[in-house]
Nanobody
């Protein structure tokens, strides 16, 4: 079993930046990939980014358009999502999840999920 805890969300003005963290604990040796997803109120969850834990390769959702960067701290079992040039439409609850592989970013299939961290982009 894997536990995931997100942090780093908050209120930011349009054009601003935030760095989200996803700390994994428990049976971390079974982690294959970790994805970041966002969900706005009344909207479907969509994939933002994914990192393959085995080789460090990354993937990004179309809405990111080069504004977000995913990275990892192997020693501390933490994945980060650096978000730049934030827009009001980026507002939502951001979740991280363990994935079988990064194809799960589009499929939305995760084994373990965190509770999410709220990101609000508003002036």
């Amino acid at each position: 079993q894997v536990q995931l805890v997100e942090s780093g969300g908050g209120l930011v003005q349009p054009g601003g930046s935030l760095r989200l963290s996803c700390k994994a604990s428990g049976s971390t040796r079974i982690i294959r990939a970790i994805g970041w997803f966002r969900q706005a109120p009344g909207k479907e969850r969509e994939g933002a980014s994914c990192l393959d834990w085995r080789d460090g390769s990354t993937q990004y959702g179309d809405f990111v358009k080069g504004r977000f960067t995913i990275s990892r701290d192997v020693v501390n079992n933490t994945v980060y999502l650096e978000m730049n040039s934030l827009k009001p439409e980026d507002t939502g609850l951001y979740y991280c999840a363990t994935l079988y592989d990064c194809r799960g970013l589009r499929l939305g299939i995760g084994a373990y999920w965190g509770r999410g961290t709220q990101v609000t982009v508003s002036s």
